[in-house]
T-cell receptor
């Protein structure tokens, strides 16, 4: 059974710091991994999708890496800004499936000026 | 594109009442998902449809929950009768594309409070 864990659960940093958010999953036979952002009271926004054949994806100040063999992914945020404050969730398809996503509990990030 | 549209955004009801949540997916998307989010359990997949057909409803918690997708542009999630423990934010999401390559687009959610 696929399980997804995110560490840390919460993070508070001053503006400008580089951050690393961690995601681990128990079943390495995944098709892809997605990182989402959720602002308070809002829905989820997809940030990055990494295919199983890829090792990383970049979008602006965000870089996500994937190591299937170790069951880990990291989301790197460069030069953090107060606008980055949100909850970040990673998600992988259910074992044996590809359309159904199982989510981690998320990392709640606060970037203060 | 207006994205995935959910209604109502907020619903407060009393225990025992019927609740109907609605979702309009993105035009052209062929998969639709209903998720529930609570502080205790995080995001849970309730049911998903592919080409309007329910593929997997194993996440539906009880028979009180039912979902339909009568056409490609509309889906409902119904709870009858509702209970306080059903209080949560219910999200609808849709996607398209090849399996493994699709990206989910979420609606803003329907916040349900059952008194």
């Amino acid at each position: 059974k696929q399980e997804v864990t995110q560490i840390p659960a919460a993070l508070s940093v001053p503006e400008g710091e580089n951050l690393v958010l961690n995601c681990s999953f128990t079943d390495s036979a995944i098709y892809n991994l997605q990182w989402f952002r959720q602002d308070p009271g809002k829905g989820l926004t997809s940030l990055l999708l990494i295919q199983s054949s890829q090792r990383e994806q970049t979008s602006g100040r965000l870089n996500a890496s994937l190591d299937k063999s170790s069951g880990r992914s990291t989301l790197y945020i460069a030069a953090s800004q107060p606008g980055d404050s949100a909850t970040y969730l990673c998600a992988v398809p259910f074992s044996g499936g590809y359309n159904k996503l199982i989510f981690g509990a998320g990392t709640r990030l606060a970037v203060h000026p | 594109d207006a994205g995935v549209i959910q209604s109502p955004r907020h619903e407060v009801t009393e225990m025992g009442q019927e609740v109907t949540l609605r979702c309009k997916p993105i035009s052209g998307h062929n998969s639709l998902f209903w998720y529930r989010q609570t502080m205790m359990r995080g995001l849970e997949l309730l049911i998903y449809f592919n080409n309007n057909v329910p593929i997997d409803d194993s996440g539906m918690p009880e028979d009180r929950f039912s979902a339909k997708m009568p056409n490609a542009s509309f889906s409902t999630l119904k709870i009858q009768p509702s209970e306080p423990r059903d209080s949560a934010v219910y999200f609808c999401a849709s996607s398209s594309g090849a399996p493994g390559a699709n990206v989910l687009t979420f609606g803003a959610g329907s916040r349900l409070t059952v008194l």
